[in-house]
T-cell receptor, first 114, second 111 residues
Framework: DVKVTQSSRYLVKRTGEKVFLECVQD?????MFWYRQDPGLGLRLIYF???????EKGDIPEGYSVSREKKERFSLILESASTNQTSMYLC???FGTGRTYGYTFGSGTRLTVV | DAKTTQPNSMESNEEEPVHLPCNHS???????IHWYRQLPSQGPEYVIH???SNVNNRMASLAIAEDRKSSTLILHRATLRDAAVYYC????????????FGKGTKLSVKP
């Protein structure tokens, strides 16, 4: 079964810490995405990448950065975590343009910043 | 506007068909319609997608109106495991395939 795997299901970090959220896919997909999901706000796109070492800002990139050194891995970095970054983070990948083939999502990482 | 319009919530009885509507009146010729569902504390799960013709797969059927301004996701026999939030998404051409999620329809299934 094809998969998108997020390294942690639950994470608790302190304000000011540097946080790494890891995502790995085993489907040889070109495109990878990071979303965050908050009650009442739905899913919002943070960053996406359509190739190794390529990245594009989504709707809410402030406070985040990303890294894609290998095709299968897409990392989301919170340079200095803040309490307003407490959220559910979802990674997704797609073959080609996701509109043609669909997305596969991971199970999510619930991050709490205290 | 890239978002679609869906009812906030719907109810169904177990083992009955469910028709989940979606309006996407600003759709253009190259925009696909996608449906995803999300169970509590899980990531969204792909259900089905289509461009112009009706589509069927093992999970559901997608009926797209002739003018493409609306579509309906059909679950043929609802089960308790189908209770989830269902998102109808207009996947816009030329956007690297980014999906813009709306609020979705929360489907409740009664035994």
């Amino acid at each position: 079964d094809v998969k998108v795997t997020q390294s942690s299901r639950y994470l608790v970090k302190r304000t000011g810490e540097k946080v790494f959220l890891e995502c790995v896919q085993d489907m040889d997909h070109e495109n990878m995405f990071w979303y965050r999901q908050d009650p009442g706000l739905g899913l919002r796109l943070i960053y996406f990448s359509y190739d190794v070492k390529m990245k594009e800002k989504g709707d809410i990139p402030e406070g985040y950065s990303v890294s894609r050194e290998k095709k299968e891995r897409f990392s989301l970095i919170l340079e200095s975590a803040s309490t307003n970054q407490t959220s559910m983070y979802l990674c997704a990948s797609s073959f080609g343009t996701g509109r043609t083939y669909g997305y596969t999502f991971g199970s999510g990482t619930r991050l709490t910043v205290v | 506007d890239a978002k679609t319009t869906q009812p906030n919530s719907m109810e169904s009885n177990e083992e009955e068909p469910v028709h989940l509507p979606c309006n996407h009146s600003t759709i253009s010729g190259t925009d696909y319609i996608h449906w995803y569902r999300q169970l509590p504390s899980q990531g969204p799960e792909y259900v089905i997608h289509g461009l112009t013709s009706n589509v069927n797969n093992r999970m559901a059927s997608l009926a797209i109106a002739e003018d493409r301004k609306s579509s309906t996701l059909i679950l043929h026999r609802a089960t308790l495991r189908d209770a989830a939030v269902y998102y109808c998404i207009k996947a816009v051409g030329g956007s690297q395939g980014n999906l813009i999620f709306g609020k979705g329809t929360k489907l409740s299934v009664k035994p």
